[in-house]
T-cell receptor
Framework: AQSVTQPDIHITVSEGASLELRCNYS??????LFWYVQSPGQGLQLLLK??????LVQGIKGFEAEFKRSQSSFNLRKPSVHWSDAAEYFC???????????FGDGTTLTVKP | GAGVSQTPSNKVTEKGKYVELRCDPI?????LYWYRQSLGQGPEFLIY????????DSGLPNDRFFAVRPEGSVSTLKIQRTERGDSAVYLC???????????FGPGTRLTVL
């Protein structure tokens, strides 16, 4: 069965500092992987996705993520965080046969001025 | 173009009542998904439609939950004899094909008193 673990429930960083959010997945084959962001009262917005090919993927808002098969990880990074990045971030793995998504429980990002 | 829409945005009901939640996917998207998000957790898969048929309903918690998509577009999630534990945000997503990028609606917040 597929699963996703986001080990950090809450992360606080200073504005302008770098950010890395961790995601570990379990899936029997090459996964499709996604990162979403959710602001309070808002829907899920896609940041980036990995299907195949280059293991370093670029997304919106300056985010990137790296797929590491050997570590079953898909960590999200941003070199310089902005106050508007404060939100909840979800990693998801998609069943490549059907599209069913399994999400982690999310990481809440707080940005200090 | 228009994104995924969900109605109502909020629904308050009493324990034991019947509710219907509606999802309007992006035009032309063949795959439609329902998820449930409880406070502090990631979205949890409920059911996936490919066209008019339910391709995977393994996430429906029990037989009080049912979903339809009669014409392959709009979908309705139906919950009978609601319980307080059904209180959550119900999210709908659609994708052009499956598996593919899923686009999420804003959700319906269901509160069962």
């Amino acid at each position: 069965a597929q699963s996703v673990t986001q080990p950090d429930i809450h992360i606080t960083v200073s504005e302008g500092a770098s950010l890395e959010l961790r995601c570990n997945y379990s899936y029997g084959a090459t996964p499709y992987l996604f990162w979403y962001v959710q602001s309070p009262g808002q829907g899920l917005q896609l940041l980036l996705k990995y299907f195949s090919g280059d293991t370093l993927v670029q997304g919106i808002k300056g985010f990137e993520a790296e797929f590491k098969r050997s570590q079953s990880s898909f960590n999200l990074r941003k070199p310089s965080v902005h106050w508007s990045d404060a939100a909840e971030y979800f990693c998801a793995v998609v069943n490549t046969n059907a599209g069913k998504s399994t999400f982690g429980d999310g990481t809440t990002l707080t940005v200090k001025p | 173009g228009a994104g995924v829409s969900q109605t109502p945005s909020n629904k308050v009901t009493e324990k034991g009542k019947y509710v219907e939640l509606r999802c309007d996917p992006i035009s032309g998207h063949t795959a439609l998904y329902w998820y449930r998000q409880s406070l502090g957790q990631g979205p949890e898969f409920l059911i996936y439609f490919q066209g008019t048929g339910a391709a995977d309903d393994s996430g429906l918690p029990n037989d009080r939950f049912f979903a339809v998509r009669p014409e392959g577009s709009v979908s309705t999630l139906k919950i009978q004899r609601t319980e307080r534990g059904d209180s959550a945000v119900y999210l709908c997503a659609s994708s052009l094909l499956a598996p593919d990028t899923q686009y999420f609606g804003p959700g319906t917040r269901l509160t069962v008193l």
